[in-house]
């Protein structure tokens, strides 16, 4: 494996809306017009064969596969890599906003869009990604990032974590934020220690313009190359002897201190209500579900997962003890409710836990309102408690298919069976 890129390129290109072939003649050309050392990385914008042409999304994403079998022979013929994002289909649903990088043997690994820019609606089009990980590479592991991604360090820090000491950015971003253009990846660059490569379009967009400016950024934050506001190309070494240097003397990429204890995730209904109304104003969706969790197993943490990836917060309501006896009998719960809410409290994916005592979470739903309330696929909606309520309120119900087929009572009843045996 080699140690990283030695050079990077951004091609700033101005995206023709929908016409694959125009974008890429215009790669090609602007391609033409270059030299470029062998195991360059070029960096192209987002969705950049495409543009935001939603309403063909599905359509132009099946023509993803022609695009990327062009970009091999290109980097087999020049013995260069790319990267950039293009419209990737799904077996289900929508499509993904997904960066390849792509080399003389094809596609080495792929990032997809983890944050979908709300403001101009791309959830109506787009899926997000689930996991926002390095690229693996023979030049070891990438980061990567799609436009609005940018605005999330915490994307980067897991990445450069990982062992990435490259982050490639593929964006569309706006003129009227250039500033915030070149403070983020600057930012990323400096907090990271890592070299930035960030390869913006340009021209009209819609009713606005693409900011152009694609920057190629040392590990201190210093501008190598910085392009115009129309189409060009920018270039420039990446010398790993210097992100080595200035690591040497302190590492912030190493440094990731336990940021706390997670035992204070478990709060009283009012005490949540306050941090909701907080949380809330700055327009995050708030996700409820609600169980038992008695010997907290695998299929659980998987549906926790899938429930938070629903929304920007998740609240667990915890049948109290009292509440589990009357619904299992007088042999449950095997954990109390203050054990059981410890151990769901160490999951990454919840964010508050809250105990009721009644049979069903129902006053828990109607006092938070939660923008989504999830239950399991099993649970026709029309028995989901609160479902009318959240739905009144202009929230949406989910129903999530459980994906392991474990169960507290299954595993209960296999420790009984072995320990019949023993006797």
């Not at 197993?297 to 009292?322: F, K, M, P, T």
Request: hydrophobic share 45%.
């Amino acid at each position: 494996m080699k140690s990283m890129f030695p050079h990077a390129a951004c091609l700033q290109v101005e995206i023709q809306l929908g016409d694959i072939q125009a974008n890429l003649r215009q790669f090609q050309d602007m391609l033409a017009a270059q030299q470029f050392p062998a195991d360059s990385l070029v960096v192209l914008p987002e969705v950049w064969a495409s543009g935001f042409d939603w309403p063909n999304a599905a359509a132009l994403a099946a023509q993803t596969p022609a695009i990327l079998a062009e970009l091999r022979r290109t980097a087999a013929e020049r013995r260069l890599w790319f990267a950039g994002s293009l419209l990737e289909p799904q077996h289900e649903g929508k499509p993904c906003n997904t960066l390849f990088l792509v080399g003389p043997e094809g596609v080495a690994g792929t990032y997809q869009k983890h944050h979908l820019f709300r403001f101009w609606q791309e959830e109506e089009y787009l899926q997000a990604g689930q996991e926002p990980l390095a690229i693996s590479s023979p030049f070891g592991p990438v980061g990567a990032l799609v436009c609005y991604d940018l605005r999330f360090p915490d994307i980067s820090r897991r990445q450069i974590f990982a062992g990435s000491r490259l982050i490639i950015v593929s964006a569309q971003w706006p003129s009227s934020r250039l500033a915030h253009w070149r403070l983020l990846a600057q930012a990323r660059a400096v907090e990271n220690q890592a070299f930035v490569v960030a390869c913006n379009g340009c021209g009209a967009v819609g009713e606005g313009r693409l900011a152009g400016h694609s920057l190629i950024i040392a590990p201190d934050g210093q501008i190598l190359a910085e392009a115009g506001e129309g189409v060009g190309c920018i270039q420039a070494p990446l010398r790993e002897a210097e992100l080595d240097k200035l690591r040497s003397r302190f590492c912030t990429a190493g440094e990731r201190p336990w940021p706390g204890w997670d035992a204070n995730k478990v709060i009283a209904l009012e005490t949540l209500q306050e941090r909701l109304t907080l949380i809330r104003r700055q327009g995050s969706r708030i996700v409820f579900t609600n169980g038992c969790f008695d010997l907290l197993h695998a299929g659980h943490v998987d549906y926790l997962e899938q429930a938070r990836a629903c929304g920007d917060c998740l609240v667990v309501g915890l049948n109290a003890d009292s509440s589990v006896r009357r619904l299992k009998g007088p042999s449950r719960p095997v954990n109390s409710e203050a054990d059981r809410a410890r151990v769901l409290a160490a999951l990454g994916c919840v964010d508050f836990i809250t105990m009721f005592a009644e049979d069903t979470p129902q006053r828990l739903i109607t006092t938070l309102l939660p923008d989504v309330l999830v239950k399991g696929a099993d649970w026709p909606e029309e028995q989901i408690v609160g479902a009318a309520e959240v739905k009144a309120a202009g929230g949406s119900v989910r129903r999530i298919v459980f994906s392991n087929p474990s169960s507290s009572t299954g595993i209960i009843e296999k420790i009984r069976q072995q320990a019949a045996q023993c006797k």
